[in-house]
């Protein structure tokens, strides 16, 4: 699969999730993982999957076929990663999908926001989750490139804005993040429809096992930034 810049269709599928739950709310989806990121989180769970070369392990064709097979079971596909909208092919990728009747969910971290107003434009999402790390301040633990900082911004104002359904979305972790993080992203988020807490859980997957250790975040910690965060959104969801 492509990376931005180069052409050809040959879309890249690192790795699926034939059943979800949970990735995307309120529908059974598959979700597909695709490599390669711009931003380094200590957190990650996918950190072979962010730091390796990006070639992937199942062929377009493999997936497909689980999807024509599963048409009476799944509702939706959830595109996540990495970062999906570092792929040049996205847009073709997605398009293929809605042709079979699927909803489309995509993760992001924000950063290139002229991608996902191509793909709002086109119709093509039905649901966006951006991770937002932390308040813009503060992006620097997890990427030194400003113009994606300024993206992420930019992402924020398009969705808020946006008639999809969308959700804002911080894994906490109790070394990275203070009260005071919260209190601005409350701030700078203020007026969304769904802000969405995730507590660190330690996988082998984790980027910075040492950095971010075993222990999981405490449950007290999320009840209490939902509470100092309830006023500025529609809704607040702790997410396990």
Known sequence: MPIEGNTGYMPLIYDFMPVSAADYPGVVACTVFLPGCNFRCPYCHNGPLVTGSPKGKVPESVFFDYLERRKKLIDGVCITGGEPTLWSDLPEFILKLKKRGLKVKLD???????VLKELLNKGLLDYVAVDIKTRPERYGIFTADESQIEGVRESVELLKASLADYEFRTTVHEKIHSPEDFEAIGRWLSGAKRYVLQGYRFSEGVLDPEFCGEKPCDGALLERIKES????????????
Request: a neutral charge; zero cysteines; aromatic letters at 6%.
């Open 229 to 240: 965060l309830r006023e500025s959104f529609g809704e607040v969801v702790i997410r396990n």
């Open 108 to 114: 992001t971290n924000g950063s290139r926001p002229e």
